[in-house]
């Protein structure tokens, strides 16, 4: 048994070595770049066209030292050593069966790998890939893996590949790797209008439950902000607003509201909805021939609690459904946004702007 275990070891351990010394020898030289937006240099491209070949390994990949001296001792500037008579010349000094050369090629709207697989005893071209991009410069590391996989019948990442390849697709972070991140924290002006039933008791007197006001209130506050999803030209954000109306007709009506929003880094549109949280005056009372009635206790007549200048201070809260676009003035962001806080007997309407520098 021990002696059918030993040749079995033996007869694996000389089929695999048997199996590396077949591994043809294979060398990468020649990545030209052609108006080239990214700070990889040919001799990066050939270093990252190496070592995805080494990962597939079905060949022997030559170092990059050994064909750099190789380059010096042929008198060739590997800059300029991009043609097939000068790859083969190479392939031939360093004792290659395979040459891999090629070029990453940039243009207005797209980005273009194209590598070609020489055969060095015959001289023919044996097999090429072209692959087209979106232009990312900084994903030129993940085009090669795509491109020398397909090249060689190997599983890609499919997801990857969509990303980089489909234009009509949603941009995302790989895509657009350098978008700047829309900050609009600042600041917050603006004027609010009150409809229904809430507007009647505002312009009503004092001694009525009514607050003696116009119906619009001017406003003031600040937006903070914090993003928590990013991807591309958008980002998921949520927005804190404390606000004060109505100092303009000597009422102070504080406000939070809290947006759960999705903003265009680039064209600067936005929309969100959330909740606000406001404290407002209200009392219990009860309607009789027409008057809201506080501590009258009428009999027969049923309570309700209502906005109402005579009551005590207590938290309502309502929904906002919240639109906006930011302009862009050099470094000064200025956003508009409209609102609408829904309501079943008073709807409100605003509009706020602000500034900030950009970030």
């Given amino acids: 048994m021990k002696k059918q275990m030993l040749i079995l070891v033996i007869s694996l351990s000389f089929h695999a070595l048997r199996a590396q010394q077949t591994k043809q020898k294979i060398a990468v030289v020649g990545i030209e770049r052609v108006n080239a937006t990214g700070s990889s240099t040919s001799e990066n491209l050939a270093s990252m066209v190496a ?14 030292y050994d064909i750099r001296s ?38 207005p709207k ?61 941009d995302n972070a790989v895509t657009l790797p350098n978008v700047q991140r829309l900050k609009a924290e600042g600041p917050r002006m603006g004027v609010a209008l009150i409809t ?62 809290v947006i759960n929003g999705l903003r265009n880094n680039i064209n600067g549109w936005e929309i969100g909805i959330g909740p606000i949280f406001r404290i407002t005056t209200q009392a219990n009372g009860q309607w009789v021939d027409g008057q809201f009635l506080i501590d009258q206790n009428v009999a027969d007549v049923p309570y309700e609690k209502r906005l109402d200048s005579r009551g005590k201070p207590a938290l309502s809260t309502a929904v906002v459904i919240a639109a906006g676009k930011t302009l ?9 946004n409209a609102y609408m806080i829904p309501g079943k007997d008073s709807w409100q309407f605003g509009l706020s702007f602000g500034f900030n520098a950009s970030r």
């Fill in 196 to 257: 229904g039933q809430i507007a009647n008791i505002m312009t009503r007197k004092g001694n009525d439950g009514g607050f003696n006001a116009h119906p619009y209130l001017f406003q003031f506050g600040y937006q903070f902000e914090t993003e928590y999803l990013n991807a591309g030209k958008y980002q998921a954000l949520f927005e804190f607003i404390p606000m004060v109306s109505g100092l303009d007709q000597g009422l102070f009506l504080p406000s939070v509201t």
């Fill in 110 to 170: 797209k980005m273009v790998v194209n590598l070609r697989l020489i055969d060095v005893e015959s001289g023919q071209l044996e097999r090429q890939q072209v692959k087209e991009f979106n232009v990312v410069p900084l994903e030129v590391n993940s085009m090669i893996e795509i491109s020398v996989k397909s090249m060689f019948g190997q599983k890609i990442d499919s997801l990857l590949n969509r990303r980089l390849t489909q234009t009509e697709g949603f």
């Fill in 70 to 107: 190789s380059l010096k001792n042929l008198n060739i500037n590997p800059e300029d050593c991009y043609g097939k008579t000068c790859i083969l010349q190479v392939g031939k000094a360093i004792g290659a069966n395979k040459m891999l050369g090629g070029l990453v090629e940039t243009y």
């Fill in 328 to 336: 862009r003035s050099g470094k000064l962001n200025l956003p508009i």
């Fill in 51 to 64: 070592m995805e070949l080494e990962k597939i390994e079905s060949f022997e990949v030559l170092d990059k």
